[in-house]
């Protein structure tokens, strides 16, 4: 069997479970350990090893981490490898050098995973997480009241929307809305005297959207 065949098969029954929750955001996303714990049985089966390595790269005047994720067919010595890039911020606060790169690698290597083993991480921030959704089912079932599941499903749709809006915004300004940038954003709705980002009024969501565009400008700059 070939390699492609062997990774095939393996996109197939790979299960990564999101078990990392994001407070902000309200959803469940996966780690690129996640990844690596559910692939590892799969390769183990069908003979692969799986290598992952990094590099820095300069671009212009900015510095980004290239991870390599490479298959090894241990039968037939066949290789496969996708790559994936993360900039380095300029600077964090509270992180040193090493824990700036350390992060940008760890953001990397789960997207060069992604690519890999063909996972869409796109719907991190579109939905509940599922303990949610089988909560949510769940009291459908027993009280059968329509109007409170609808009213529960609007304030998820406001916050995909908002959430995409602010990936947007970061996409618009040359970065990634990341999970330090989602943490800061957390502690600005504490600020406003508000829980979640859908409690926000439209002109308090633009106030946190222009926050992240002066917080992603300093950044870069």
């Known amino acids: 069997m070939k390699i492609y065949e062997k990774l095939q098969k393996i996109q197939a029954e790979l299960k990564a479970p ?6 902000f955001g309200g959803y469940n996303y996966r780690s690129c350990e996640d990844i690596l ?7 183990n089966q069908r003979g692969l090893a799986l290598s992952i390595s990094d590099e820095i790269v300069q671009v212009g005047e900015r510095y ?3 991870a390599t994720a490479r298959l090894i067919d241990t039968e037939e010595g066949e290789t496969y490898e996708t790559t994936a890039f993360a900039r380095e911020a300029k600077d964090k606060k509270g992180m040193d050098d090493s824990q700036i790169t350390g992060a940008a690698s760890s953001y990397a290597r789960k997207y060069a995973l992604n690519g890999l083993f063909s996972i869409d ?3 991190d921030a579109d939905y509940t997480n599922k303990h949610n959704n089988g909560t949510a089912k ?7 009241k329509p109007a409170k599941n609808k009213k529960k499903s ?3 749709d406001v ?3 908002r959430i995409n809006g602010l990936k947007n915004t970061a996409a618009n300004n040359g970065s990634v ?3 330090d940038d989602m943490n800061y954003l957390g502690k600005e709705i504490k600020a406003m005297g508000k829980e979640k980002l859908e409690d926000l009024t439209q002109e308090e969501y633009q106030s946190l959207a222009a926050l992240l565009k002066q917080r992603i400008m300093k950044k870069g700059a």
């Open 177 to 179: 809305l990341d999970q």
């Open 138 to 144: 769940k009291a459908e079932k027993k009280t059968k």
């Open 37 to 43: 714990e559910a692939a590892k049985p799969l390769l």
């Open 154 to 156: 609007a304030g998820d």
């Open 121 to 123: 991480d796109n719907k």
């Open 64 to 66: 980004y981490i290239k």
């Open 18 to 23: 999101k078990s990392q929750f994001n407070k």
């Open 159 to 161: 916050r995909t929307a």
